[in-house]
């Protein structure tokens, strides 16, 4: 029996063999089963008492949220949205919304007005859970722009055109029938970022909850009985795969610290909640190293069972300090927006391979190719000699299904049987795979993907700016800072006051996790004979590298740079 087959045998299906509801599986079996007094979720915050949630409740709350969408006229295909910090509302809403046969889709509450807005139109979004403060800063003043939103749901308070969480939950009923769900039924969209145009909508369906089961048992060892704490946010695919899904459907209990991050509280966290897995990413890690030993020791971690990462490349120093200090080594793990679920891992009974993402999964087929011939919308493969773009055989259960409204970008990223994840990787002698980069020009900071695109339309609403490229530069503690160079129209004087408002503005628009830490001025931008701006060129020189193939590169336009100073 495969994996996946494996994992449908420990789920349940609805009821009436109506298939299978993420919502289903993650909250109402276990109530079904007769455990809905075990506790699904923990929430902490740095000031007061933690606050539980049972299952049960969980079940009855959800079901409340999927009448009060039914009440809306919001059903089957309609694209619900969350823009909220790590709130009960958040999970409610979530499971609620699967109930209903809706689409759920996540938005961190840290983004400026701009990336909300663009990701509120591209996913055709009907309905919004938020707070009051958010709804007056990014959504009422665009309102009219996003034509599809019906309807906002705040859960503190209730403005005008608005309507208030606590009487929709107050007059719904807290029994409902969850339709028949199909494999193929949608489930989740997660906006991920491309090198080109807008943001992606990664469109997943409910048979991922296969893929959340099968790799939160394998590769997280998640059961009834743990105190799992995935650090991630939930407005990101990790928090919602496993900061919501996974931990859910096997059963465990969910710490969710709404506070901000504090070394110390961290360790408190892990020690005084006895947490036995942990889930968190390298730049936490990284930051917790600067932070000393001698604070960690303070503290023991002595029912932690197994620490994992993901998100950005772990290197072996964090492996061996988290051996040396939480007496756990960290278990990196490898996966996308798109993949949905791990794919690549160093699983928990074997030995780590410090500084590798990991091997394949069992049920997951991973290549090392080479784009070759074919043109850019269909693609074709041929095995990479040692280095080369890592390539999934599609099948998996939590496979993304679409990119929304955008067919053709989603064909371009398939050939010959396999997904092209975009990054560049080796695999050594013993099946063991090392991330090298990525094959685009998307920025990883902190964990989170930034699509230069969107952080240089922004920069271009500037009216001093003329053109704007936007890289990521190395940086020990987030991986890569985002850095923007930009050139003023003619007749402006490109000097610290004008850099600092443009900083500021473009701070505003996008908030402080997608926006430049640094820009610098130049003269003009190296761009292709077509006119396309070579941040990969801009990179190599920013940084000393060689700079590879400059056939295209129209020698009318060199660059001359202007000093500047970074930001903090
Ligand atoms: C990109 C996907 C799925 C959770 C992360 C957010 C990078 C992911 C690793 C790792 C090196 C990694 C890749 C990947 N990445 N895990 N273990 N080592 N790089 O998903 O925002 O879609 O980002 O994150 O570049 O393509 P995402």
Redesign the pocket.
């Known amino acids: 029996m495969s994996v996946w087959d494996l994992a449908r045998t420990r789920l349940d299906g609805l009821p009436g063999g109506e298939g299978r509801n993420i919502a289903f599986e993650a909250v109402d079996r276990h109530v079904a089963h007769g455990n809905g007094d075990r506790i699904a979720l923990r929430f902490l915050s740095s000031e007061g008492a933690a606050r539980d949630v049972r299952y049960r409740t969980l079940a009855l709350d959800s079901n409340r949220f999927a009448n009060g969408l039914d009440a809306l006229g919001v059903g089957s295909g309609d694209v619900v949205a969350t823009l909220l910090g790590r709130v009960p509302e958040l999970y409610i809403a979530a499971m609620g919304t699967l109930k209903a046969g809706a689409v759920l889709c996540t938005l961190f509450a840290a983004f400026g007005p701009e990336p909300v807005r663009v990701r509120l139109a591209k996913g055709h979004v009907k309905v919004l859970v938020t707070t009051a403060r958010q709804y007056r800063r990014k959504i009422e003043p665009l309102r009219r722009e996003l034509p599809d939103l019906k309807a906002v749901i705040l859960i503190d308070e209730a403005l005008p055109g608005t309507c208030s969480w606590q009487r929709l939950m107050a007059a719904a009923s807290d029994r409902w029938r969850i339709p028949a769900t199909s494999p193929d039924s949608l489930a989740l969209i997660?906006f991920?970022?491309g090198t080109t145009g807008t943001p992606k909508g990664?469109v997943h369906v409910h048979e991922a909850v296969v893929a959340h089961e099968a790799t939160a048992a394998a590769v997280l060892t998640l059961g009834p009985g743990d105190l799992f704490w995935c650090t991630?946010d939930p407005g990101?695919?990790?928090g919602v795969?496993y900061g919501i899904i996974a931990p859910l459907v096997r059963g465990a209990t969910s710490v969710i610290d709404d506070g901000v991050f504090e070394p110390e509280r961290w360790y408190r966290i892990l020690h005084d909640q006895s947490v036995t897995i942990w889930y968190t990413?390298?730049t936490a890690i990284r930051m917790l190293m600067k932070a000393g030993d001698a604070l960690a020791r303070r503290h023991d971690f002595r029912t932690l069972r197994l620490a994992a990462?993901?998100?950005?490349?772990?290197d072996a120093g964090a492996v061996a300090w988290g051996e040396a200090v939480l007496g756990r080594p960290f278990h990196?793990?490898?996966?996308?927006?798109?993949?949905g679920a791990?794919m690549?891992a160093n699983l928990p009974d074997a030995p780590v391979c410090p500084g590798a993402?990991?091997r394949p999964l069992a049920g997951i087929e991973a290549a090392v190719v080479e784009r070759c011939g074919g043109p850019e919308e269909a693609p074709r493969i041929e095995p990479a000699a040692e280095a080369g773009e890592l390539a999934l055989k599609v099948g998996w259960p939590s496979m993304f299904r679409g990119y929304v409204d955008d067919e053709a970008r989603y064909r371009a990223v398939f050939a010959d049987g396999y997904y092209l994840?975009?990054?560049r990787v080796r695999r050594d002698e013993d099946g063991w795979y090392w991330?090298l980069?990525?094959a685009d020009d998307?920025i990883?900071s902190a964990?989170?993907?930034i699509g230069p695109i969107e952080v240089e339309s922004v920069l271009l609403q500037h009216p001093a700016v003329a053109e704007a490229a936007v890289i990521g530069l190395p940086d020990p503690t987030v991986g890569e800072m985002v850095k923007a160079y930009v050139t003023v129209k003619d007749g402006i004087a490109a000097d610290e006051a004008l850099r600092r408002d443009i900083l500021a503005a473009a701070r505003s628009r996008l908030g402080a996790a997608t926006a430049p830490r640094d820009i610098a001025f130049h003269a003009a931008l190296p761009k292709t004979r077509s006119g396309k701006i070579m941040r990969r060129l801009l990179r190599a020189r920013e940084l000393g590298l060689p700079e590879g193939d400059l056939s295209t590169l129209d020698e009318s336009t060199p660059v001359t740079t202007s000093d500047s100073t970074t930001e903090d």
């Open positions: 997660h991920t970022s990664a991630a990101w695919v990790t795969s990413a390298p990462s993901v998100g950005e490349p772990l990196d793990t490898w996966w996308q927006t798109e993949t791990i690549i993402m990991g994840t975009g990054d991330f980069g990525r998307v990883k964990g989170r993907l």
